[in-house]
């Protein structure tokens, strides 16, 4: 049996200089658009790592600490897990913590997607990549990202 996932998770703000931000379509759940995000794989897995290995296993970007960099928000959200996802958590779980981060990018990046996960990638303006987010915790944190960054 697969071990339930644990409701501690990253989400990864990937975007451009100019406020372009490049969301992901759930393989899953065709129409569902996102930024990168995932559980952590341990309890005592460090978040930063988190991030970099979700931001590689689901887009094939390396946040190498010198030309791209994660920077940590400092920001968590709280929120329920979607019914039709709270199997892969353990009985009596609803909630799941995520913490964020962001990197920038050049736009001409190569974006290699995990076909198991995701099938399609787009780079928006910022305003529009929040509307077509499905998750509003996703889409919050896309509109603070003008501030966040200057």
């Given at each position: 049996?697969?071990p339930?996932?644990i409701?501690?998770?990253v989400?990864?703000?990937i975007?451009?200089?100019?406020l372009?931000?490049l969301l992901i379509?759930?393989?899953?759940?065709?129409?569902y658009?996102?930024?990168?995000?995932?559980?952590l794989d341990?309890p005592?897995?460090?978040?930063?790592?988190?991030?970099?290995r979700?931001l590689?296993?689901?887009?094939g970007?390396v946040?190498d600490g010198?030309?791209?960099v994660?920077?940590d928000w400092?920001?968590s959200n709280?929120?329920?897990?979607?019914p039709?996802?709270r199997?892969?958590?353990?009985?009596?779980?609803t909630?799941?913590?995520?913490h964020?981060f962001?990197v920038e990018?050049?736009?001409?990046?190569?974006?290699?997607?995990?076909p198991?996960?995701?099938i399609n990638?787009?780079?928006?303006?910022?305003?529009?990549?929040a509307?077509r987010?499905?998750?509003?915790?996703?889409?919050?944190?896309i509109?603070?990202?003008?501030?966040?960054i200057r």
């Amino acid at each position: 049996m697969k071990p339930y996932k644990i409701p501690e998770s990253v989400l990864v703000l990937i975007h451009s200089a100019d406020l372009q931000v490049l969301l992901i379509e759930r393989a899953d759940k065709p129409g569902y658009w996102q930024s990168v995000t995932g559980s952590l794989d341990a309890p005592d897995e460090p978040l930063a790592a988190t991030a970099a290995r979700e931001l590689f296993e689901e887009t094939g970007i390396v946040a190498d600490g010198e030309r791209i960099v994660l920077r940590d928000w400092q920001l968590s959200n709280i929120y329920e897990i979607y019914p039709m996802w709270r199997h892969r958590y353990a009985p009596g779980v609803t909630q799941n913590t995520e913490h964020v981060f962001s990197v920038e990018v050049p736009r001409d990046i190569a974006i290699t997607l995990s076909p198991r996960e995701h099938i399609n990638h787009a780079w928006l303006p910022y305003l529009e990549a929040a509307d077509r987010c499905f998750s509003s915790s996703n889409a919050e944190v896309i509109l603070q990202l003008p501030r966040r960054i200057r």
